[in-house]
């Protein structure tokens, strides 16, 4: 299928569905696309690997997104969970993480990149 066609259909969509507001298809649509990468997949080279600071730097000096989370997966060659989980123990107050997962050495890793780059949890 052309571009031209491409953008066709999209218009008559778009067009057949007035009623809806503009911002909300965009993010109809945007989200149906991150869906349909996540169920294609990508080559997760990276799986189970150890993470470098740098990485870590990269990953953390955006926003937790999802569009984020895809982008970095997707980059790294490693899983969208495995993204969102960066964020998620970065954000994870200290006292918590303390708790239950006292002594993990990656957890500490992300803990002291999130430090560096003024995260506060």
Same mark, same amino acid.
């Given at each position: 299928?052309?571009?031209?066609?491409?953008?066709? #259909?999209?218009?008559?969509?778009?067009?057949? /569905?007035?009623?809806?507001?503009?911002? &909300?298809?965009?993010?109809?649509?945007?989200?149906?696309? $991150? &869906?349909?990468? !996540? @169920?294609? *997949?990508?080559? %997760? $080279?990276?799986?189970?690997? =150890?993470?470098? +600071?740098? %990485?870590?730097?990269?990953?953390?000096? +955006?926003? =937790?997104?999802? &569009? /984020?989370?895809?982008?970095?997966? $997707?980059?790294?060659?490693?899983?969208?969970?495995? !993204? &969102?989980? !960066?964020?998620?123990?970065?954000?994870? =107050?200290?006292?918590? !993480?303390?708790?239950? $997962? =006292? *002594? +993990?050495?990656?957890?500490? @890793?992300?803990?002291?990149?999130?430090? @560096?780059? *003024?995260? #506060?949890?």
């Amino acid at each position: 299928m052309s571009v031209r066609s491409l953008k066709k #259909r999209f218009l008559d969509i778009i067009e057949s /569905n007035a009623e809806v507001d503009p911002y &909300e298809l965009r993010r109809i649509f945007t989200e149906a696309i $991150r &869906e349909w990468e !996540i @169920q294609q *997949g990508w080559e %997760e $080279r990276q799986k189970r690997k =150890p993470w470098s +600071d740098d %990485e870590l730097r990269v990953v953390l000096a +955006d926003a =937790p997104t999802k &569009e /984020n989370c895809l982008r970095h997966a $997707r980059a790294f060659g490693r899983g969208y969970g495995a !993204i &969102e989980q !960066i964020y998620r123990w970065a954000a994870t =107050p200290d006292p918590v !993480i303390k708790s239950k $997962r =006292p *002594g +993990d050495a990656f957890i500490a @890793q992300i803990k002291k990149v999130a430090k @560096q780059l *003024g995260w #506060r949890a």
